[in-house]
């Protein structure tokens, strides 16, 4: 175990800059989504599919790749999905065609849930745990600095080379990271694998009509979206029984009865609601009220994960020392009033108006995020370390198709999808876009504030928090340690 330690800081880069590729990857396409369309001659409708193939095999898998690593290894399922990623990667760069891009985007969605599903337990496992909160915050600064340097590196990229080049850039990436953790990582015997297919089958089914009806009913309610939605309740309660009788489940549900672990993924998935819903409604807002190139839009964007990228390993720190709780709940809170200070926001709004906002909220999400994570982690068994990894990917990320679909209805009840085509708004138009901006940055608060409650949760009745186990351990080992150092020390007085 000491050795495998000593290789823990090792470890945690080469699983940073890996996973570092799957926000670097969504944000770079993000970028390059209008290029794209030009290209093949298609719609923004249709184009909009080689985002949405990506999340749904991510979302559809991450689950059972977080199971198949508490079997065969988090590591071996780590490293495939890295040569995997890197494989896809120069198939989406070849592609001839929009539909043979989505068919590749799928396929490298399937690679990044391998990676995700159980990078998370594979650095809690690399680390003794009074400096999980701080592997944790390290971890997260791969997160934000893939998303503040993902629309940078996609504009120069695209710019000089050209949008198949776009996906290139995760090829150099995959392969220093496979070389280190293939020297670094410690593989463990695999076990016999024992798949629940009925479990696999229901909760991607559930998944990827959940995300197809979101994308749907942006377009208004029908007869179809309510086939859509009575098919995912109906496959939705299918999973849930299927997981409750099955001898091997896919996701075991018993992980829900920790009332903390339940509370602080529900606030996790807040949170990235939060912070997707202004990550996708500021560009409109920068280009189309304010009037400002996409070149500086990105730059502009940027501020929030920077902030992340400083504060993230603090806040981590910090948790080791005082615990989770209070640091998530000041995080939530700073998310709040941050979010309530957009409100503020209107079509005479300065540059300057806007970045010291962003960074107000960046400053709450690296408040909120380390701790939370640790927190989920800790509360977590060791056995279960891949599919508490494999929850924290799919809330993170369903938070994300969430936001988009928040954002983009209380948007339309402000101001005409018609009118949002148009490169630049003024007079009227302008105000209706920042009213539904004010709608929707109005909601990410009231979601701060649950966060700030559910945070909560794990206070005793007199308002002080109950401590994690190993919290209590320590405090209990100081005091021992106090009291026998005491004792010494009265000994040798007696025999002087």
């Given amino acids: 175990m000491e050795d495998h330690f000593g290789k823990k800081w090792q470890i945690l880069f080469a699983i940073s800059i890996g996973t570092i590729m799957v926000p670097i990857n969504a944000s770079i396409v993000n970028v390059s989504l209008p290029t794209i369309a030009t290209y093949f001659g298609a719609s ?3 184009v909009e599919w080689v985002l949405t193939a990506y999340l749904i095999t991510l979302l559809g898998m991450v689950l059972f790749f977080g199971r198949v690593g508490d079997f065969i290894g988090h590591e071996r399922v780590y490293l495939i999905g890295l040569v995997g990623f890197a494989v896809t990667s120069i198939l989406c760069s070849t592609a001839t065609s929009l539909p043979a891009l989505e068919v590749f985007r799928g396929m490298q969605g399937i690679t990044a849930a391998m990676m995700l599903a159980v ?12 400096q999980l909160g701080k592997s944790l915050g390290i971890y997260s600064v791969a997160i934000a600095a893939g998303l503040a340097l993902g629309p940078a590196i996609g504009g120069i990229l695209e710019g000089a080379l050209g949008w198949r080049f776009i996906f290139l850039i995760n090829v150099p990436i995959a392969i220093i990271s496979f070389i280190i953790c293939y020297r ?5 015997e695999p076990n016999q694998v024992k ?25 208004g309610v029908n007869i179809i979206a309510i086939i859509i939605a009575v098919f995912s309740i109906i496959t939705l309660m299918l999973f849930i029984w299927n997981e409750l009788h099955v001898k091997n489940p896919l996701l075991n549900l018993n992980i829900f009865k920790n009332k903390i672990f339940s509370a602080f993924d529900l606030s996790l998935h807040f949170n990235y ?3 997707y819903m202004i990550f996708f409604i500021m560009p409109f807002y920068l280009q189309k009220v304010l009037h400002l190139g996409p070149s500086f839009t990105g730059l502009v964007l940027s501020t929030s994960p920077l902030i ?27 998310s709040a009033l941050a979010l309530l200070s957009l409100t503020q926001l209107n079509m005479f709004s300065t540059v300057g108006d806007v970045l010291w906002r962003l960074a107000l909220l960046g400053v709450g999400a690296a408040l909120f995020q380390s701790p939370i994570s640790r927190a989920l982690m800790s509360n977590t068994p060791s056995g279960e370390s891949g599919v508490a990894s494999s929850i924290i990917v799919t809330t993170r990320n369903l938070g994300m198709v969430f936001a988009v679909c928040f954002a983009g209805i209380l948007l339309n009840t402000a101001i005409s999808p018609v009118l949002l085509q148009q490169s630049q708004l003024f007079n009227l138009a302008a105000y209706n876009f920042t009213t539904g901006m004010h709608r929707v940055v109005l909601l990410g608060a009231i979601l701060s504030v649950m966060m700030a409650g559910l945070s909560l949760i794990g206070f005793n009745k007199y308002g002080t928090i109950v401590e994690d186990a190993e919290n209590i351990v320590k405090k209990q080992r100081i005091i021992l340690e106090k009291r026998v150092s005491k004792q010494i020390h009265q000994i040798s007085m007696v025999f002087k």
């Fill in 308 to 334: 992340m990228m400083i504060l993230a390993p603090i806040s981590g720190i910090l948790s080791d020392r005082f615990g989770s709780r209070s640091l998530a709940f000041i995080g939530s809170i700073i």
């Fill in 119 to 130: 990078s998370l337990g594979i650095v809690k496992n690399s680390f003794p745990k009074h």
């Fill in 184 to 188: 670094v990582l410690v593989r463990s």
């Fill in 273 to 275: 609601i939060c912070m």
């Fill in 195 to 219: 798949w629940d297919i009925p479990g696999t089958l229901l909760q991607f089914s559930c998944l990827f009509s959940v995300v197809y009806l979101l994308n749907y009913i942006e377009g």
């Fill in 44 to 46: 923004i409708t249709a």
